[in-house]
Antibody, heavy 120, light 109 residues
């Protein structure tokens, strides 16, 4: 069974940093593109970042220059390094898998999310 | 910046057909995908590449796209179909980013 388990969410002060992880299982992680999607409290979904199976990253304008996506294929883990955090980054962060190597389709499997709260 | 526009809410009675639209200038060139999200749960893909249904998704869910509008249709809507629905697509300008529509709350009662 394909599973994605996010971790690392926490309460952090504005300007701080946080590292989110997504542990993947049940599929050959290295051969699939992956992404992060977030949802602010009471709001809609927002695509944040994605990475191809080969490691090419893509970012939403709202996080470009502050967030870094990466993957550790040896550990089947997707990572989102977040810095210069703002109150508007407060959200549930979902890890999601693409059905192929490229970031060109719909994400077909999602994790249950991890909560990031940015507040003083 | 590019936007995908959805109606905030759609309401139907059980057994009726629900149609949720998604409007975007890049849709003639880019696929539309649809997600269902029930309260407190992660999103679930219900339609991909305009009109394809993932395995396990009931046949009452269908999708279409024409010009700048994509449509998710739920034929014979059930109470359990209530939730938020989001379209998802890509920008076509070469900037390589993806986005969701604002979401549509479907009420079946």
């Amino acid at each position: 069974e394909v599973q994605l388990l996010e971790s690392g969410g926490a309460l952090v002060q504005p300007g701080g940093s946080l590292r989110l992880s997504c542990a993947a299982s049940g599929f050959t992680f290295s051969t699939y593109a992956m992404s992060w999607v977030r949802q602010a409290p009471g709001k809609g979904l927002e695509w944040v970042s994605a990475i191809s199976s080969g490691g090419k990253p893509f970012y939403a304008d709202s996080v470009k220059g502050r967030f870094t996506i990466s993957r550790d294929n040896s550990k089947n883990t997707l990572i989102l390094q977040m810095s210069s955090l703002r109150t508007e980054d407060t959200a549930i962060y979902y890890c999601a898998k693409y059905p192929d190597i490229a970031v060109d389709d719909a994400m077909d499997v999602w994790g249950q999310g991890t909560t990031v709260t940015v507040s003083s | 910046s590019y936007d995908l526009t959805q109606p905030p809410s759609v309401s139907v009675s059980p057994g009726q057909t629900a149609r949720i639209t998604c409007s975007g200038n890049a849709l003639p060139k880019k696929y539309a995908h649809w997600y269902q999200q029930k309260s407190g749960q992660a999103p679930v893909l219900v339609i991909y590449e305009d009109n394809k249904r993932p395995s396990g998704i009931p046949e009452r869910f269908s999708g279409s796209s024409s010009g700048t509008m994509a449509t998710l249709t739920i034929s014979g809507a059930r109470v359990e179909d209530e939730g938020d629905y989001y379209c998802f697509s890509a920008d076509s300008s070469g900037n390589r980013y993806w986005l969701f529509g604002g979401g549509t709350r479907l009420t079946v009662l």
